[in-house]
């Protein structure tokens, strides 16, 4: 239960032009984190690098608000600009001859960084309808450790895989897992010190609210002896002044990856959009987007779709998706109802803010 869901409405000048059902391509921001950019801007036109210590202190409450949401360290939270660029140097720092197991259907910053550097690919079929195949999986990761990357929840159809499950898996057979939760951190629950994941990564402009350019990568403490060093620079250093040579003169990964000058604008930005939500309550957010996923997931339905991803406690989403004519999502933008169309589908999300009576709207655009 969100409390006073109209006065945080207000508070998002996106939701006052459209009826917004597209968390999962990008999240409406505030105006509170809005103004924290304009306010950082306008200090570094007065200023340039004079309040830099002053930023640099708000970024690291930033780091900690990471930290918290997922139950982990702060040294073990990297601040970045994307989910991409996290895996990308993951796969960098990781020994060449490893072997991947991968998802067919996965996002491309899950794949491609692999597909494209030569690794062994191990790829699991999912013909997006069904559970994707623990087994398969398992049989896959079985023999010597291989990488295992995937997905918390999959952009096509908003299907959950089982974390607990997976992280599991790979402990058993010793495979390095490294997860995208781009479409799950903020909204889906996720406890590191319930369950081993070695890498996660994610941008802040979805579920986060923060507006592109800013994200985080964790990289587990006891993960970083598998794994070389990264990008190096300036930021990489304890001191900068001091010797660059000594190897305990650098931060370890996933810090010592913000190798250049920092980048406050953004940051600071995704600080106050972490700071909002933390307001409203991770709980509460989870919640209210429990209740309002099962009402698209019926409303979908009672139109007489078929939700694309099989639903249960553990494999629901704020996304809903479902096969249709391009014609429905023109009808729907033409209410101002705004989703994605891929191909033969149409994606809906709902996040905290959305609202029963969006969800209404929607299912009188479709059939009767
Ligand atoms: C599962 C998934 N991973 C990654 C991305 C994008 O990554 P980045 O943060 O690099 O923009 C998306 C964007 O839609 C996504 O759905």
Excluded at 56 to 67: D, I, N, Q, V
Excluded at 119 to 129: A, C, F, L, N, V
Excluded at 142 to 165: C, F, M, W
Excluded at 321 to 349: G, M, V, W
């Amino acid at each position: 239960m969100i409390a006073d869901k109209k006065g945080i409405r207000s508070q998002y000048p996106l939701l006052h032009n459209c009826t917004y059902l597209n968390t999962a391509n990008a999240g409406a921001m505030s105006q509170a984190t809005l103004q924290k950019g304009t306010d950082y801007l306008t200090e570094f036109a007065q200023y340039a690098s004079q309040k830099l210590p002053l930023w640099m202190g708000e970024m690291e409450e930033t780091r900690k608000l990471f930290a918290e949401l997922l139950n982990a360290s702060s040294e073990e939270i990297g601040l970045t600009w994307d989910t991409s660029y996290g895996i990308s140097w993951v796969q960098q720092m990781l020994p060449p001859d490893l072997e991947l197991v991968l998802v067919k259907h996965d996002f491309p910053s899950v794949t491609l960084p692999w597909i494209h550097h030569n690794r062994k690919i191990h790829w699991i079929d999912w013909d997006m309808k069904s559970h994707i195949d623990l087994k398969a999986i398992e049989k896959a990761l079985s023999g010597k450790p291989k990488v295992l990357v995937i997905s918390h929840v999959q952009y096509t159809n908003g299907y959950r895989v089982d974390l607990e499950a997976i992280s599991a898996i790979c402990q058993k057979h010793g495979a390095f897992l490294i997860v995208d939760a781009i479409q799950s951190l903020g909204v889906i629950p996720i406890d590191l010190q319930k369950i081993h994941i070695d890498v996660l990564a994610a941008s802040s402009y979805k579920w986060l609210t923060s507006g592109y350019g800013a994200g985080m990568i964790y990289i587990n403490k006891n993960s970083t002896k598998r794994l070389q060093q990264g990008a190096l620079g300036p930021g990489s250093m304890t001191d900068f002044l001091k010797d660059p040579i000594p190897a305990e003169n650098l931060k370890h990964p996933p810090q010592s990856l913000e190798a250049g000058h920092p980048k406050p604008l953004l940051i600071l930005m995704q600080g106050q959009a972490l700071k909002e939500l933390k307001a409203i309550g991770w709980q509460n957010i989870y919640e209210e987007l429990k209740v309002l996923s099962a009402k698209l997931h019926s409303a979908i339905t009672e139109g007489g779709f078929t939700p694309m991803a099989p639903r249960d406690e553990k494999s629901w989403s704020g996304i809903v998706s479902f096969e249709c004519d391009k014609s429905l999502h023109q009808k729907l933008t033409d209410e101002k109802i705004i989703t994605t169309y891929r191909p033969n589908y149409l994606r809906a999300a709902v996040h905290f803010y959305n609202e029963e009576g969006e969800i209404d709207k929607f299912r009188k655009v479709l059939p009767t």
